[in-house]
């Protein structure tokens, strides 16, 4: 799967379906692609990360972890610190931990409690699971949800990823589907992953370390429904009495004018 990101994402977004040139011979480095090690590959995060913030077309919402909702079912612990979301299920089967964070005001003209789905966002963080995960077990994060719903998967207009035991999915759903793309990655105990995750009218690209690993034109599209606007992560270790543990850290979402 290549689905390119533009470099200059705020301005070629619409383009990223369009048919590139096989010869990319005179092709400007730092135009569409970047030369690494003797291959065409997509910019990475960090320089069109980099392009966002200095653009000036792209509101920054604030993720530092405020209006907070946590909830947590048998043995499971919620640990929320500025810079990072530690939870974790404890070893009694069943056991279920969730977070959740309100991002008032995203949208300029709108509800302070709404997101709209027609522009561009962009959403990056960094996933680990710092357990052996286990049989059962799930985590999720997620944006557009509302903060108190339910350890599971999203039911409104929403965007983010899901781990099942080892394999990590990108989940969308439109407000009527929930749409999951297996993004073949395993996660693996202890391993990071960067995941840069872009919306844009219903267009849902996922990246993993600067990979683009997935995509579907199901996503959320729209004005969400009120309160639709938390971000949150969850964990639950099904019916295994054993510890998962996932931890999410530097999130940061980007919402284009």
Known sequence: MSIIIPYDLSKKYTE????????????????????????????NRDNFMYDIITEGEWDLVDTEWFRQSTAIVNSATVTINPRYIDLRTGALANSTGRAGFRFYGSVAGQGISRVQWDRVIVWNFRYTDLSTYTTNGQGWVTYGTQVAD?????????????????????IAHNGTILTSVDLNTKIGSTA????????????????????????????????SGNFEHAMRVCVTNGADTARHRVFVASSKIYIGY
């Open 150 to 170: 339910a350890v599971a998967d999203p039911t409104c207009r929403s965007i983010g990823i899901r781990q099942d035991n080892d394999d990590l999915f990108g």
């Open 16 to 43: 990223q379906n369009a048919v590139y040139p096989a010869d990319l011979t005179g092709q400007a480095d730092g135009d569409y692609l970047s030369r690494q090690a003797g291959e065409w590959k997509p910019r």
């Open 192 to 223: 990071t992953r960067d995941i840069v995750i872009v919306a844009n009218n219903g267009h849902v690209t996922w990246y993993v370390n600067n990979v683009n690993v997935g995509d579907t034109a199901l996503g959320p599209t729209g004005l």
